[in-house]
């Protein structure tokens, strides 16, 4: 039963309807024709408060509404950008604000470290958070780390400030990408990396003997692979990295025994590790390789 309460002055009882609906997606709320909703992206990039979206031809018209739908579905994301994609040797994405704040500058948090990113001048995927921490666990006390396609510092920094490395040398062709690189290593006061601007062949060529070497590069890598083996010592490590079908990574491995023979080294063991799915028939593969002078 129900009693009724009498506090002193007149009451009046009405039924209201939900007062708030909870936004599960960003398609709740963007206004697209029905027909083409099922080409909306089911999932993009968040680096830092920036949305990085890939949007099908047939939805560019309606860009705008999905920029705007996207920041209102979750409002500590600033800005939303259109990703057309990487281009040039520098790998710097093809960009374009599709809503929210004028930038493309933001701070991404991972691993408990800040990163100061700006999409416009250098290459950042968050996708890799999980690959860089597992290769920062492989890193042992007393080594010499180089990473020549260090980009703002991902690798690099978290190798120095989670494990006990002699020196890890972070370097980059692209000047801007290095001027983000020498701020975040002053911001993580990562004071074990060492930074340097250029060509990845001549800074490894520069810096041996190392212990471990990060070629972090998926579509050409390979092309560095024999300086990297010819840059380790008498015994270490490499990860190199391929955009592959399954049905190619036996012949990435052979080839990847033939260039270290080429470079004087032997291939002791080659590690298949596939990082994330790229496309529906590919992926993002990382290869561990142990090199000696056997």
Do not use: C
Request: proline fraction near 5%; charged fraction near 30%.
């Amino acid at each position: 039963t129900q009693e009724r309460l009498e506090i002193g002055f007149p009451v009046e009882e009405r039924e209201f309807n939900e007062g708030f609906v909870p936004i599960r997606s960003y398609k709740d709320v963007v206004a697209v024709p029905e027909a083409l909703r099922r080409s909306l992206p089911t999932a993009f990039d968040v680096i830092g408060d920036i949305a990085v979206i890939k949007i099908p031809e047939e939805l560019r018209p309606y860009r705008d509404d999905i920029g705007r739908a996207i920041l209102r579905w979750n409002t500590k994301i600033r800005v939303a950008v259109e990703d057309r994609g990487v281009r040039g040797d520098r790998r710097i994405r093809s960009i374009e604000i599709i809503a929210g704040e004028r930038r493309t500058a933001t701070v991404h948090a991972e691993h408990g470290l800040r990163y100061r990113v700006d999409l416009a001048d250098a290459y950042f995927s968050p996708r890799l958070a999980s690959e860089r921490k597992r290769i920062a666990d492989l890193v042992h006390a007393g080594e010499v780390v180089a990473d020549p396609f260090a980009g703002v510092g991902p690798y690099a920094i978290l190798i120095a400030m989670r494990r006990r490395p002699e020196v890890v040398h972070a370097s980059d062709a692209n000047p801007e990408a290095v001027a983000l690189l020498r701020a975040n290593v002053a911001a993580n006061h990562a004071s074990l990396v060492a930074t340097h601007e250029g060509d990845a062949r001549d800074v490894l060529r520069q810096i041996a003997p190392v212990d471990r070497v990060i070629l972090d590069l998926p579509h050409t890598a390979f092309d560095f692979l024999e300086d990297a083996f010819r840059a380790i010592h008498d015994r270490g490590e490499v990860h190199v990295y391929r955009i592959l079908e399954r049905a190619e990574e036996g012949e990435a491995v052979e080839r990847i025994r033939k260039i270290a023979r080429r470079s004087g080294h032997r291939a002791k063991d080659v590690r298949v590790h596939r990082v994330r799915a790229y496309s529906p028939t590919q992926h993002h593969v990382g290869f561990d390789v142990t090199v000696d002078r056997g």
